[in-house]
């Protein structure tokens, strides 16, 4: 084996005491755990190889696995062949506005919207995942509007061979994944200390070195940042719980690298809590002025909630431009992947454009078209 992509479900459908079905989370940690051995692994292939030899065709076989062995029917048998040939899924999801379709519901309002701009994220009721009247709806709702499908669930799935065979676009959501590759695979990133030691003792040689104590705290910022946009990415509760947790383990290194005692934190975190309030409003600051009549008079709130999009503007000057962080959380595409002009549409991180190999020529034109906007 030189490599595998080891997926696994963030949920599962599970039997209820009265007779119906329904999704329960699976918790993280033990999603990434292998549900086959590679022995298993090795008899399966060996096998779908041997009937594909007998029928002398290609054999894509679905298997129960790990049987009791009181049943006398072996480890592992085969039990369903799929005929369907399809086309491999589309590797990147075009970067267009997400619409949940879970029920009959959806369906019905997504009956109003107009045609494309837009990609249906599948992510069916526990009762509808075969319902072929609920699937055949959103075939030719896709086909009639030309909407792309996101699927998440599983490419082995009923509903994937459904769309695909009606010749819709199918993207895998595919969150819960991940590569390992035998072999040599360069990191180079700041991980948790015992992260050697564990891959280590799977067998891999690992390579480390330590960060110079000169750079210690400002690597660990960068990895704050770095767990920051993974928790606004997160989705479920767990994970929300997941990042926070991280988010927090860093700012405790970040503390024993500056020598400072993480119960003062706590306290200084506590003081400015008392004085100046929390988080938990959503509170944003749009304009001071100087009093007209009244001291500390407050204007009036915008009660409909603002978006990120409408938080902070660029400031482009000769060659450098600062971006409000929050205009980068706004953008579709993960920050990460952002396009240099998506960047420039709105402060306080300045950027210096010549470290991204652009000369004055193009920051000019990158003024030029936001004051057009």
């Known amino acids: 084996i030189l490599s595998e992509r080891i997926r696994f479900k963030a949920r599962f459908l599970q039997e209820q005491q ?3 079905w329904a999704h329960v989370n699976v918790k993280r940690s033990l999603g990434r755990h292998r549900s086959l051995s590679e022995e298993a692994l090795m008899e399966i292939a060996e096998s779908t190889r041997a009937i594909a030899d007998r029928i002398e065709s290609d054999a894509q076989i679905m ?21 369907e040939s399809v086309d491999p899924t589309p590797a990147r999801r075009p970067p267009l506005k997400t619409e949940e379709v879970s029920s009959q519901s959806d369906l019905d309002r997504l009956s ?3 045609s494309g701009q837009r990609i249906l994220r599948i992510t069916p009721n526990a009762d509808l995942i075969r319902n072929d009247d609920f699937l055949d709806q959103i075939v030719t709702m896709a086909m009639k509007k ?3 499908i996101e699927l998440a669930g599983s490419l082995l799935g009923h509903a994937y061979y459904k ?11 595919d969150p819960s994944s991940h590569s390992r590759v035998r072999g040599r695979k360069i990191f180079r990133k700041i991980v948790r200390d015992r992260i050697p030691d564990n891959i280590a003792s799977k067998g891999e040689r690992v390579v480390m070195a330590r960060l110079a104590p ?23 509760s767990e994970e929300i719980t997941e990042e926070l947790a991280d988010l927090h383990e860093v700012l405790r290194g970040i503390s024993m690298e500056a020598v400072v005692k993480w119960e003062d934190v706590i306290a200084e ?4 809590r008392e004085a100046r309030g929390g988080f938990e409003s959503g509170m944003v600051l749009l304009e001071t002025s100087l009093p007209q009549q009244t001291k500390g008079q407050l204007g009036n709130e915008d009660e409909r909630g603002l978006t990120l999009e409408e938080i902070g503007h660029a400031i482009i000057g000769d060659d450098t431009a600062c971006i409000p962080f929050t205009r980068l959380l706004a953008q579709a595409a993960p920050p990460t992947e952002a396009r240099p002009q998506q960047l420039f549409r709105g402060a306080q991180h300045r950027l210096s454009l010549p470290a991204y190999g652009r000369r004055r020529a193009r920051a000019e034109s990158v003024r ?4 057009q906007r």
Do not use: I, M, Y
């Open 112 to 114: 109003r919207v107009v």
């Open 163 to 173: 769309f695909r065979k009606a010749g819709l676009s199918v993207f895998s959501t």
């Open 146 to 148: 030309e909407f792309p």
């Open 214 to 236: 000169s750079d210690a705290v400002r690597g660990l910022v960068s990895k704050l940042l770095e767990e920051a946009l993974e928790l606004a990415q997160a989705r479920s």
């Open 368 to 371: 030029r078209t936001e004051n």
């Open 18 to 20: 009265d007779g119906s």
């Open 269 to 272: 975190a506590e003081r400015k």
């Open 63 to 83: 298997w129960f696995c790990d049987l009791p062995r009181e049943l006398g029917l072996g480890k592992h048998v085969p039990w369903f062949r799929a005929r």
